[in-house]
């Protein structure tokens, strides 16, 4: 079934039989006419124009093909902020503001924080606009989500430093006071990467091509080298990985080592501090 909205169609009719899910709808009708959500019923009597019922009818058919709404509107809030999401990053989630809530609690005054594979920048931009006074520097190895980061640090006036590396290669010397990352902690071949917003997702930044733990173990491994005794290192990861990950703290001889729950009860955050 295609979706189509013909011309002449009120806007009450169209949130009286929804094509979609009525919430997606809402959000693509409110984005495809520049409208707020209020107008949606305050002008339940507006008749679409021919051109407005185009637009409106290629954004629902992109959407009843999977595209993620996110990335049909080209933003998506986290943390109260606003962040431009394209296709090169990862739509920020509600449960990697866990993550940002666990470093700001640990984020020591004038604090120097590093965040690894940024992506949209959303932690590293949620840390610095909340903690103007840390020193935030935040890396990815993809150029193209570099630059959708960088304007989100400008659209919410966050002080970010941004490079471009491979892991921890830019910042070869540096020591920080706080290591953050939302790394790819899905097995190569797992099935979710074929279900719902993550077909539509950059892969790097989901998978890592391999068991699941390859990016994580690399953190685990190479923080110390970069953050001074004490300092906490935070690692969101999969629904299944709390336990591996806490392993592999505990071996390198992190210490406080512990996991913390998402929203949805899932133990989704795993940290420890640097040993000395
Ligand atoms: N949380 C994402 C998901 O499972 C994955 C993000 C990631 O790999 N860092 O949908």
Redesign the pocket.
């Known amino acids: 079934m295609t979706i189509v909205v013909a011309p002449g169609t009120t806007l009450g009719a169209l949130q009286r039989q929804p094509l979609l899910d009525p919430v997606d709808q809402r959000i693509l009708v409110c984005h495809a006419l520049g409208v707020t959500r209020t107008a949606l019923i305050t002008q339940s009597e507006r008749v679409l124009s021919e051109e407005e019922a185009l637009r409106i009818t290629q954004l629902l058919q992109r959407r009843e093909h999977g595209e993620p709404v996110a990335y049909l509107v080209g933003s998506r809030e986290f943390f109260g902020l606003p962040f431009e999401t394209t296709p090169a990053v990862?739509i920020p989630?509600p449960?990697?503001e866990l993550l940002v809530e666990l470093a700001l609690e640990r984020l020591p005054p004038t604090g120097r924080v590093l965040d690894l594979?940024t992506g949209s920048g959303a932690i590293a931009v949620a840390i610095a606009h909340t903690r103007p006074d840390a020193d935030v520097s935040a890396l990815d190895v993809s150029t193209e989500a570099l630059a959708v980061a960088q304007r989100n640090a400008q659209r919410n006036g966050a002080r970010v430093r941004f490079l471009h590396s491979d892991w921890f290669a830019a910042v070869a010397g540096e020591k920080f006071d706080l290591i953050v990352s939302?790394?790819?902690?899905?097995a190569s071949g797992d099935r979710?990467l074929d279900e719902?917003?993550?077909r539509f997702?950059p892969s790097g930044?989901?998978?890592d091509f391999a068991d699941g733990l390859s990016a994580l173990r690399q953190l685990v491994q190479d923080a110390p080298r970069h953050a001074h005794p004490g300092a906490w290192l935070l690692m969101?990861?999969?629904?299944d990985q709390a336990e591996a990950v806490r392993g592999l703290l505990s071996s390198a001889g992190y210490t406080e080592v512990a996991s913390w729950q998402d929203l949805a009860g899932i133990q989704?955050v795993s940290g420890g501090r640097v040993p000395g």
């Open positions: 990862l989630r449960d990697t594979g939302n790394p790819p902690y899905i979710h719902g917003d993550l997702e930044a989901l998978t969101e990861h999969g629904y989704r």
